[in-house]
Nanobody, 128 residues
Framework: QVQLVESGGGLVQAGGSLRLSCAAS????????MGWFRQAPGKEREFVAA????????YYLDSVKGRFTISRDNAKNTLYLQMSSLKPEDTAVYYC?????????????????????WGQGTQVTVSS
């Protein structure tokens, strides 16, 4: 298991940018593929993006392709989500999560149950 702590959320106007970070504790971070999920009020938690353990493969929700970029720095035990051209519908609590179910080829896991460790979440609010 790995402990995860998100940061970087906040209030931003539509069209703006934010970078979320997810700091991981433990020496096993580099062995896990990672994902970002989000949950808006009254909605189910949804997959946003995933990155393989090496950083060599990434995958995105269609609605964020071209606007969001997932990356990781295994030397710093940190996962990132750069968000640009933000829209009000991106408003949600964003969570990072770890999985050992994606070797980096084939489709990544996009269901919550396939991720075993979660952060506490960081709020992103996009005003119109």
């Amino acid at each position: 298991q790995v402990q995860l702590v998100e940061s970087g959320g906040g209030l931003v106007q539509a069209g703006g940018s934010l970078r979320l970070s997810c700091a991981a504790s433990g020496r096993t971070f580099s062995s896990y593929s990672m994902g970002w999920f989000r949950q808006a009020p009254g909605k189910e938690r949804e997959f946003v993006a995933a990155i393989s353990w090496s950083g060599g493969s990434t995958y995105y929700l269609d609605s964020v392709k071209g606007r969001f970029t997932i990356s990781r720095d295994n030397a710093k035990n940190t996962l990132y989500l750069q968000m640009s051209s933000l829209k009000p519908e991106d408003t949600a609590v964003y969570y990072c999560a770890a999985t050992d179910r994606w070797p980096g080829y084939g489709p990544p896991p996009i269901q919550k149950r396939e991720y075993h460790s979660w952060g506490q979440g960081t709020q992103v609010t996009v005003s119109s």
